[in-house]
């Protein structure tokens, strides 16, 4: 579809807003060390923010629904997602609680660690979501995680489905997952790791893998996407589990990747694309953003995905 066509489709994102300062070693460091680092990297992260910068770049009209702090970074952080065309009406600025930080190692592997403090993330309740109601009945999907209190994404979610719109979950972090959350989710985008922690299902085969999306289908989420790094998505519908191959890149870092594709994934329901035809448009998103430093500052616009798309068919 053109970019005029996506930018018809309405997506509304819940969650967090962090300022991100990415770090980049050699190798991760062992407790009590202390490394020499290369280099460092400050950009706006957190899953809700990058999830809505994709979702803007990608040609969706975009409304963020959050909370930052009455300080610098937040003040930067509304100033950048406006600059992306995103809705920043519902982003509160809160007196009580600074701007929410990551601070992220990332080493030569591309592999990375990261500590969050959530700040005024985790001050996002359910009167702010119910202040946007009308924004939440006028969208196409609604996409949430969970880097924000668990009772906002519930209400988000059920005001979701009274409006009969496509709820989409990020269960990041896995801990924070109910049974009344997933009997509101229509589309759960775990990890290996988080899904395993959900389901109590170990994976170490894909028929772990599949077990464990059937797991999670039977505590009550319609479908499900089984993002596995270098190995693919797991899709797990209606019609059955496949495997979607990853997009192969020379990856140099992967942080903010899993929202990459969850965000593409979004874009893609919205277009009202299937759930294995929309992972594989997702999977080039995510593909093309770990070949980039940082988070948000990796993630391809609509436009560079075409070309990229025809780069390949030219080689």
Known sequence: MSQDQRKQKRICIVGSANVDLTFRTPRLPVPGETLAGQSLHQCMGGKGANQAVVAARLGADVTFIARVGNDGFGTQAIKAYTAEGINTSFIQQDDEEPTGT?????????????????????????????????????????????????????????????????????????????????????????????????????????????????????????????????????????????????????????????????????????DGLGLVDAARFAVQVAAISVTRIGTQTSFPSLEELNNWDRRKVNR
């Open 102 to 270: 990551a601070v992220i190692l990332v080493d030569d592997d591309a592999e990375n660690c990261i500590i969050v403090i959530a700040g005024a993330n985790d001050r996002l309740a359910p009167d702010d979501v119910r202040a946007a109601s009308s924004v939440i009945e006028q969208s196409d999907v609604v996409l949430c995680q969970l880097e924000t209190p668990v009772e906002t994404t519930i209400e988000a979610f059920r005001l979701a489905r009274e409006a009969n719109k496509v709820t989409v979950l990020t269960p990041a972090p896995a801990n924070s997952v109910n049974s009344e959350l997933l009997a509101l989710c229509d589309v759960c985008v775990p990890n290996a790791t988080e899904i395993s922690a959900i389901v109590h299902q170990p994976i170490s085969a894909e028929a772990d893998a599949i077990r464990a999306t059937e797991l999670l289908r039977g505590r009550g989420v319609n479908r499900v996407a089984l993002t596995m790094g270098g190995d693919g998505v797991l899709v797990l519908d209606e019609s059955g589990p496949t495997h979607v191959p990853a997009t192969k890149v020379e990856a140099v870092d992967t942080t903010g990747a899993g929202d990459a594709f969850t965000a593409a994934l979004a874009v893609s329901l919205a």
